[in-house]
C-alpha cells in the first residue's frame, strides 16, 4: 500500500464523515464542516495522481480505487444536494449515470485486456464539479446565488456529457470484437 493508494482509501474514508457533519451538525456549521471535509478529500484526488505519477507508484489497485473513490465522494454530495433542492435530480442522475456508463466502458476495456485512462475532459470535468459541489454546500444567501447555482449546475451537466462522448468516441475500438 503506497502513500498513492493511502490517500486514495483516506478519501474514501472521509465520505462518512462528510455526510455526518451534514446530517448531523445543524447550520451553518454542518455546511462549513462538511465542505472543509470535501476539499480535503478532492484535495487527496489531485495529491494521489500527481504522487503516483511523479514517483512511479501507479498500481492496478490505484487505477481501479482512484476513480471509484471520486464517484463515491461526488455521488455522496449530489444525492445530498438533491435531497435539500439545490441540484434537481435530473442533474445529479445524468452526473451519476456517466460515471456508470465510463466505468462500464473500462469494465469491458479490461475483459479485453485494455486500461483506458481519463481523459482531459474527464479530468476538467472532476476538477469543475469539485469547484462547484463547496459552492453549491455553502450556505451563501445573496440574492445572485440561485443563478449562479443553475449556471453551474447547467455548466457540469455539460461537461459531463461532453466528456462522456469524448471518452466514447475516442475509445470506441473497445466495443467492436
Given at each position: 500500500?503506497?502513500l498513492a493508494?493511502r490517500?486514495?482509501?483516506?478519501r474514501?474514508?472521509?465520505?462518512p464523515?462528510?455526510?455526518?457533519?451534514?446530517?448531523l451538525?445543524?447550520?451553518p456549521?454542518?455546511?462549513?464542516l462538511?465542505?472543509?471535509?470535501?476539499?480535503v478529500a478532492?484535495?487527496?484526488d489531485?495529491?494521489?495522481g500527481?504522487i503516483?505519477r511523479?514517483y512511479?507508484?501507479?498500481s492496478?489497485?490505484?487505477?481501479f480505487m482512484?476513480?471509484?473513490a471520486?464517484?463515491?465522494?461526488?455521488?455522496a454530495a449530489?444525492?445530498?444536494?438533491t435531497?435539500i433542492h439545490?441540484?434537481?435530480?435530473w442533474?445529479t442522475?445524468?452526473i451519476i449515470?456517466?460515471?456508470?456508463?465510463?466505468s462500464?466502458f473500462?469494465?469491458v476495456?479490461?475483459?479485453?485486456?485494455q486500461?483506458?485512462?481519463?481523459?482531459?475532459?474527464?479530468?476538467i470535468?472532476?476538477a469543475?464539479?469539485m469547484?462547484?459541489?463547496?459552492?453549491?454546500?455553502?450556505?451563501l444567501?445573496?440574492?445572485?446565488?440561485?443563478t449562479?447555482?443553475?449556471?453551474l449546475?447547467f455548466?457540469?451537466?455539460?461537461l459531463?456529457v461532453f466528456?462522456?462522448v469524448?471518452?466514447l468516441?475516442k475509445?470506441?475500438?473497445?466495443?467492436?470484437?
Amino acid at each position: 500500500m503506497n502513500l498513492a493508494n493511502r490517500l486514495t482509501v483516506f478519501r474514501v474514508i472521509l465520505i462518512p464523515f462528510f455526510l455526518l457533519a451534514l446530517y448531523l451538525i445543524p447550520s451553518p456549521w454542518g455546511e462549513y464542516l462538511g465542505v472543509g471535509i470535501f476539499i480535503v478529500a478532492s484535495l487527496t484526488d489531485f495529491a494521489d495522481g500527481f504522487i503516483a505519477r511523479k514517483y512511479n507508484m501507479v498500481s492496478n489497485f490505484g487505477k481501479f480505487m482512484d476513480p471509484l473513490a471520486d464517484k463515491m465522494l461526488v455521488g455522496a454530495a449530489l444525492i445530498y444536494l438533491t435531497e435539500i433542492h439545490v441540484v434537481p435530480a435530473w442533474a445529479t442522475i445524468v452526473i451519476i449515470s456517466r460515471e456508470f456508463l465510463i466505468s462500464g466502458f473500462r469494465l469491458v476495456a479490461a475483459e479485453k485486456g485494455q486500461v483506458i485512462s481519463a481523459g482531459i475532459w474527464g479530468k476538467i470535468k472532476t476538477a469543475i464539479t469539485m469547484v462547484a459541489i463547496p459552492v453549491w454546500l455553502l450556505p451563501l444567501s445573496y440574492e445572485f446565488m440561485p443563478t449562479v447555482n443553475l449556471i453551474l449546475i447547467f455548466f457540469v451537466v455539460g461537461l459531463t456529457v461532453f466528456s462522456a462522448v469524448d471518452y466514447l468516441a475516442k475509445n470506441k475500438d473497445v466495443l467492436k470484437n
